[in-house]
């Protein structure tokens, strides 16, 4: 009885050391991508529910006893991007090709990877249209002077967040590249065009 408690605890093993790694291995990028979007959310309602007690008139005081709110939340969200970041960099690519020169960029080997790839986008641009929709809330209320400081590193951890995602998956997400920098050209515009 002993014995075949013992091999079926054996075989077990065996099975989830194979396979199951592997699976587990193409479900990083879009969990940790996951759980990066759940914190992202988090900290961008924080930042969102102290603009809803402001508008772009509010005095000067009531500005600046909220602006630690809002750049402490925006540091939190430069945290998680980067940790986020450290996390897949850390990962092992999956089917690596032999010779990388002779594979077509975008190209994927498996079903699994292709899905693992378009689920990725849309995290990546989903996590993109919430930071910077946020950001364009908040410099509406503060100005870009007040938030440069806390929004220069977002916006280039975003970009090496895109960066580790299309390394480790090894692809070009040229669609998330774009609307990047979409998004970040018409902030720039609707920057200027506040003149703050």
Do not use: W
């Not at 002993?2 to 193409?26: E, I, W, Y």
């Not at 991508?33 to 809803?52: P, R, S």
């Not at 641009?125 to 930071?131: D, H, W």
């Amino acid at each position: 009885m002993r014995f075949s408690a013992f091999s079926v605890c054996a075989l077990a093993g065996l099975s989830a050391a194979g396979p199951l790694g592997d699976l587990n291995r193409r479900a990083d990028v879009v969990s940790l991508l996951t759980d990066l979007y759940a914190n992202v959310q988090v900290y961008t309602g924080a930042i969102n529910a102290t603009l809803e007690t402001l508008s772009p008139s509010s005095s000067v005081i009531e500005k600046t006893a909220a602006l630690p709110q809002v750049g402490e939340a925006f540091n939190s969200i430069n945290t998680a991007i980067k940790d986020t970041t450290s996390s897949i960099s850390e990962l092992t690519p999956e089917d690596a090709p032999a010779e990388p020169e002779k594979r077509s960029v975008g190209v994927v080997a498996h079903p699994v990877e292709k899905r693992q790839v378009d689920t990725a986008t849309v995290l990546l641009t989903l996590i993109i249209i919430e930071v910077v929709a946020t950001i364009a809330g908040a410099i509406a209320i503060f100005g870009v002077a007040a938030l440069l400081i806390y929004i220069n590193p977002v916006t280039g951890s975003l970009a090496a967040l895109i960066l580790a995602v299309q390394l480790i998956l090894n692809v070009v997400l040229s669609s998330v590249t774009i609307l990047l920098n979409t998004l970040l050209a018409g902030l720039a515009l609707t920057i200027g065009g506040l003149g703050a």
